[in-house]
């Protein structure tokens, strides 16, 4: 006979869920995102479909994402969300609630928390647990989270930047800053409408940043067309960026994100801080990805960075690891249902 213990991680983000099953690996990646029609408070859309409809819905479908900087912002359509991403991970026919892990920002508070853990329970899991995001990050950028050593987690996602130093199983230092992927997407729109008199949405500065977007100054740079509406004329129009102007434009953001890093290695220990020296910094999550941003983090702090493998999977690698293991991680498990 089969023991049914249906298990589900779920990298709950700003900008993107993630769900991962034990054996089958990541199972779905969607856009944190949902339509509601006005009239009737309709959920039309979730992920893919929602995202599709950002910017040009009538005005009776409004495109919103439940989480803001990591935390839940709406908890109805947070709710909505997570009991779509379960049934969808799972499958229809599923008859068994399964337990679920939850990432959530470092600096998150009790009351958030629950927050998260109740709407787990009510979209349908069985048990919820909720573990910190820097620490199911280093877990899955296989990071020996237990040992007497201390390791340096930076997890860059849409709405937090997530900065820990890890020994014994346990966060020693950390700190959570509310600015990661969309505001540097929303400093490039800005710029874009200071120098070019251009109003564009943001997926046009997402996919902006994702094309030519870099850290630090690039010798051979690169160019992308944009278009939008002219602010004067209203009209559409067009114009070519480059990358040096990208990083000047979310130089602002980069640096939040770099004082971070610093304030957590100022409240190390001077001997998990050899340790720092010696392992270098692992950089996880969608943003981490931009050009160059380890070797910015380098120069700025003089510790070595590296990006993990896979870093958008990292933290939703890490709660099926932890899932699986939970005997193993339990003094990281924060709180159950």
């Known amino acids: 006979m089969v023991i049914f213990s249906r298990k589900l991680g779920i990298d709950l983000g700003t900008a993107n869920t993630l769900v991962f099953l034990p054996i089958k690996g990541v199972v779905l990646n969607e856009p944190s995102v949902v339509a509601v029609s006005e009239q009737d408070n309709k959920i039309l859309a979730i992920g893919f479909e929602a995202k599709d409809m950002i910017g040009k819905t009538p005005e009776s479908i409004i495109t919103y994402c439940p989480m803001k900087d990591g935390v839940i912002a709406d908890y109805r359509v947070t709710e909505a969300m997570l009991r779509y991403f379960i049934n969808k991970a799972l499958g229809r026919f599923n008859l068994f609630k399964p337990d679920v892990m939850i990432s959530v920002p470092a600096g998150v508070t009790s009351t958030e928390r629950r927050a998260v853990v109740e709407a787990a329970i009510r979209a349908g899991a069985k048990n919820a647990y909720v573990v910190k995001e820097p620490i199911l990050a280093a877990i899955g950028a296989g990071i020996p989270i237990n040992e007497a050593k201390g390791h340096m987690v930076v997890d860059i996602g849409g709405g937090t930047t997530d900065v820990a130093v ?6 020693v230092a950390s700190t959570s800053v509310k600015c990661a992927g969309n505001k540097i997407d929303q400093a490039i729109a800005d ?3 200071k120098t070019f008199n251009l109003a564009i949405g943001d997926r046009t500065a997402e996919e902006v940043k994702i094309k030519i977007g870099a850290a630090v100054p690039l010798e051979e740079q690169l160019y992308v067309t ?3 509406r002219d602010f004067i004329q209203g009209l559409p129009r067009s114009a070519q960026v480059s990358t040096n102007e990208i990083v000047h434009a979310i130089d602002g953001e980069l640096k939040q994100i770099i004082k971070a890093i610093k304030d957590v290695l100022q409240k190390t220990p001077p001997e998990l801080a050899s340790d720092i020296m010696d392992h270098g910094i692992t950089m996880t999550g969608g943003s981490s990805q ?7 983090v380098y120069r700025k702090t003089g510790v070595r960075a590296t990006i993990a493998e896979d870093p958008l999977f990292c933290v939703v690698k890490g709660t099926g690891i932890a899932l699986d293991h939970l005997d193993v991680y339990k003094k990281a498990v924060l709180s159950k249902k």
């Open 166 to 171: 890890i020994s014994l199983g346990g966060i």
């Open 191 to 193: 710029y874009i409408k």
């Open 226 to 228: 944009i278009k939008g």
């Open 290 to 296: 931009l050009r160059n941003f380890s070797d910015l």
